[in-house]
């Protein structure tokens, strides 16, 4: 029977949340913080049943409340070998324990060796379990994630650059081009112009020339 609420499976209502740092004694004993209780459920014996266990990446262990279903025999053989082997590694490294009066869980030699756990590790409430980091492979593992956030965030800004450079770019052919159609035109209405003016000039020299001769350009008659 679980006290106030909490469900088994997931953890206290909304989950596990926060962090801390906590050492691990020379016995491989960690301290599981006050945050984390109300989602470790009392068994009717008064015990505080818990399953730690790699994490889905394999970088660090989930703790969780109570314990996790056994797979069918049917179950395992139908998976390919891949899977197999990734439910081997699990099964393997995963262990049912039961916080000691001091609110302790015991981490195995073979856990502590195998995710690098020495002295210190980081405690990580993300939901329905709370992730056990090697203070080393977290400090490497946020180092990462800032780089590759980094390096996202210069992406998305180079590429908001060349967004708008290409804008900027079709502006400013849009701009030249209408100039342009603008300038053609100009041109062309000067053309007309002159081709206008230049058929007055010639009108005008042959009414000139029928004047010379004694015609009346108006009348077309002779004098």
Do not use: N
């Not at 006290?3 to 050492?23: M, N, Y």
């Not at 109570?66 to 990734?86: H, V, Y």
Request: charged letters at 30%; aromatic letters at 6%.
């Amino acid at each position: 029977m679980g006290q106030s609420g909490a469900d088994p499976g997931g953890g206290a209502p909304g989950g596990f949340h926060g962090s801390s740092r906590h050492p691990v004694d020379a016995k491989g004993r960690l301290f599981v913080p006050k945050r984390f209780l109300p989602g470790l459920p009392f068994s009717s014996e008064g015990q505080v049943p818990v399953t730690v266990q790699p994490s889905p990446d394999g970088r660090c262990l989930w703790l969780r409340p109570g314990t996790l279903p056994e797979r069918s025999a049917e179950e395992f053989a139908a998976a390919g070998p891949r899977q197999r082997g990734a439910w081997r590694r699990q099964s393997a490294l995963t262990i049912k324990a039961t916080l000691d009066a001091s609110k302790r869980v015991l981490l195995t030699p073979e856990l502590l060796k195998e995710f690098g756990i020495e002295r210190e590790v980081v405690m990580v409430g993300i939901g329905p379990a709370v992730e056990i980091w090697a203070a080393s492979t977290w400090e490497e593992s946020q180092a990462t994630f800032d780089a590759d956030f980094r390096g996202e965030q210069d992406a998305l800004e180079a590429e908001e650059r060349a967004r708008r450079q290409e804008e900027e770019h079709a502006r400013l052919e849009r701009e030249r081009r209408i100039r342009t159609e603008q300038q053609l035109a100009e041109q062309e209405e000067l053309r007309a112009r002159a081709d206008v003016a230049e058929l007055r000039l010639r009108l005008a020299r042959a009414e000139q020339a029928l004047r010379e001769l004694g015609v009346d350009p108006e009348e077309g008659g002779g004098a």
